[in-house]
């Protein structure tokens, strides 16, 4: 157990659905992150939220879709999405993502698998 | 960030110290050298750090050299649960986790 939960663990979904991936972090961190690893690849940063506001987006597809409205709890919104965005959706979060020197480590919750058939 | 080099993959026999290195010559003063590990098919896990001096925690050890341009984590005494794909990574801040290939660590029994 990391302090970052995320639900749901498995989702398969079809091209037409909405769905939305949760996030929650109990460890009074001020930033989260969405990863996104696809089969065989490494991890790539998504979007970043620090104090709720997104500071990073990773030239994302307007298909996926954050939202932050608190520091604990962070939701990736899905639609429309494509067989090629299939892949392990990690969230994380660290202790004071300003984007400052003295790094903080960051803690990862276990990860939604999504397969869009 | 500092591009880093790892080895692809290595082996160790349960029981004994793995050291995995990793090169990153081009690093920068005010960056730090991080490494995680991901076990299978589960999120990535913080391990350790450091920016000069070596470090230990009840995980590992980060042993830097002087000049900053590799290092070394140490797994003390592997097991079987420290299967997994270590990254290391260089980066000055909290943001933009940069992660590589890594280096797969099979612990054999």
């Known amino acids: 157990e990391t302090g970052v939960t995320q639900t749901p663990r498995h989702l398969v979904m079809g091209m037409t659905n909405k769905k939305s991936l949760k996030c929650e972090q109990h460890?009074?961190?001020?930033?989260m992150y969405w990863y996104k690893q696809s089969a065989k690849k490494p991890l790539e940063l998504m979007f970043v939220?620090?104090?709720?506001?997104?500071?990073e987006n990773n030239s994302v597809p307007s298909r996926f879709s954050p939202e932050c409205p608190n520091s604990s709890h962070l939701f990736l919104h899905l639609h429309t999405l494509q067989p090629e965005d299939s892949a392990l959706y990690l969230c994380?979060?660290?202790?004071?993502?300003?984007?400052?020197?003295?790094?903080?480590?960051?803690?990862f919750g276990p990860g939604t698998r999504l397969t869009v058939t | 960030d500092a591009k880093t080099t790892q080895p692809t993959s290595m082996d160790c026999a349960e029981g004994r110290a793995a050291n995995l290195p990793c090169n990153h010559s081009?690093?920068?003063?005010?960056?730090?050298v991080y490494w995680y590990r991901q076990i299978h098919s589960q999120g990535p896990q913080y391990i350790i750090h450091?920016?000069?001096n070596n470090e230990t925690n009840e995980m590992a050890s980060l042993i830097i050299t002087e000049d900053r341009k590799s290092s070394t984590l140490i797994l003390p005494h592997a097991t079987l649960r420290d299967t997994a794909v270590y990254y290391c990574?260089?980066?000055?801040?909290?943001?933009?986790?940069?992660f590589g290939a890594g280096t797969t660590v099979t612990v054999r029994a």
């Open positions: 939220y620090n104090f709720k506001e997104q500071t």
């Open positions: 994380a979060s660290s202790q004071d993502g300003g984007g400052l020197a003295g790094a903080r480590e960051q803690y």
């Open positions: 081009t690093i920068s003063g005010n960056e730090y």
């Open positions: 450091g920016l000069k």
């Open positions: 460890l009074g961190h001020n930033a």
């Open positions: 990574i260089v980066r000055v801040n909290d943001y933009k986790l940069s």
